[in-house]
């Protein structure tokens, strides 16, 4: 079956600009995850969908940063006035449930670059 | 709070060699833990995970991993690397104690394995 997609794999934009990045979980799939990862660094968790609803959004590093999940599938991420910091690739994962160890399949990502 | 720290940000083996890429983790209540590879611009790939039901875990591609309590660790191994396993490996906790750790997974910075001929 198709994993998880994102779109695009690539975005350069400047900075300043609006961004959204895109996500559609396996088909079934409950839980939706946001991570980013910079270069060098491994993942760092960014916000979680359980169903249509955040269920933890701790790791959004500002208000620039928002993403929704309308219809309990696909998923967007939402960046304002980006800024070169904000540079990284953002994945998105998703699972049969949040709880207990099931596992989260990951998308390829997007490979934001704002200049 | 839950950590992972992973010892060596680059590890270098010969093929046929040994592999062995070491994880410790902190979380505050009995934990999930996973390994996954990132090949190249790809996404992450589950290799192996610790779900409680037994302390050696073994995964794909030949590799496995030992949960050890006591030394809040989880080290990957393989026996006999292959070039195919050139990648990078990230170490991942998950606690399912309640609160804002609920479900999020907290990866480790990365081990680099290079295999040379």
């Known amino acids: 079956g198709a994993g998880v997609s994102q779109t695009p794999s690539n975005k350069v934009t400047e900075k300043g600009k609006y961004v959204e990045l895109r996500c559609d979980p396996i088909s079934g799939h409950t839980a939706l995850y946001w991570y980013r990862q910079s270069l060098g660094q491994g993942p760092e968790f960014l916000i979680y969908?359980?169903?249509?609803?955040?269920?933890?959004d701790s790791g959004l590093p500002n208000d620039r940063f928002f993403a929704v999940r309308p219809e309990g599938s696909v998923s967007t991420l939402k960046i304002q006035r980006t800024e070169r910091g904000d540079s990284a690739v953002y994945l998105c994962?998703?699972?049969?449930?949040?709880?207990?160890?099931?596992?989260?399949?990951f998308g390829p990502g997007t490979r934001l670059t704002v200049t | 709070a839950q950590s992972v720290t992973q010892l060596g940000s680059h590890v270098s083996v010969s093929e046929g060699a040994l592999v062995l890429l070491r994880c410790n983790y902190s979380s505050s209540v009995p934990p999930y833990l996973f390994w996954y590879v990132q090949y190249p611009n790809q996404g992450l790939q589950l290799l192996l995970k610790y779900t409680s039901a037994a302390t050696l875990v073994k995964g794909i591609n030949g590799f496995e991993a030992e949960f050890k309590k006591s030394e809040t660790s989880f080290h990957l191994t393989k026996p006999s690397a292959h070039m195919s396993d050139a990648a990078e490996y990230f170490c991942a906790v998950k606690s399912d104690g309640g609160g804002t750790s609920y479900g999020k997974l907290t990866f480790g910075q990365g081990t680099i394995l290079t295999v040379h001929p």
């Open positions: 994962a998703s699972s049969l449930k949040t709880s207990g160890s099931y596992e989260q399949y």
């Open positions: 969908f359980q169903g249509t609803g955040a269920a933890d």
